[in-house]
Nanobody, 119 residues
Framework: QVQLVESGGGLVQAGGSLRLSCAVS????????MGWYRQAPGKQRELVAP??????NHTDSAKGRFTISRDNAKNTMYLQMNSLKPEDTAVYYC??????????????WGQGTQVTVSS
């Protein structure tokens, strides 16, 4: 089992920055890929940025403004968000993919953290 807890969301003005954190615990050694997703009201959940080894389908709007990183010593993944726009407003989710012998790839999700960008 893998547990993911996001934090760092909040309200920020357009053009500002936020850094989201994802604390990882559990069977960390089983994780094969990680990434950040977001979901706005009425829209599908979309990949924002992946860690190497995972999905590389970056969101066009976020690409170039958002940077994903991971600190293995702290068991934490980060999403640095710069030049935020109102359309970045969404619930942001931490995702981890692990290999399970009986099931193959299994997705784990955090509870989400709200990011609101005001115009």
């Amino acid at each position: 089992q893998v547990q993911l807890v996001e934090s760092g969301g909040g309200l920020v003005q357009a053009g500002g920055s936020l850094r989201l954190s994802c604390a990882v615990s559990g069977s960390i050694s089983s994780i094969t890929a990680m990434g950040w997703y977001r979901q706005a009201p009425g829209k599908q959940r979309e990949l924002v940025a992946p860690i190497s080894g995972g999905n590389t389908n970056h969101t066009d709007s976020a690409k170039g403004r958002f940077t994903i990183s991971r600190d293995n010593a702290k068991n934490t993944m980060y999403l640095q968000m710069n030049s935020l726009k109102p359309e970045d407003t969404a619930v942001y989710y931490c995702n981890a993919v692990s290999f399970r012998p009986g099931w193959g790839a299994v997705d784990y999700w955090g509870q989400g953290t709200q990011v609101t960008v005001s115009s």
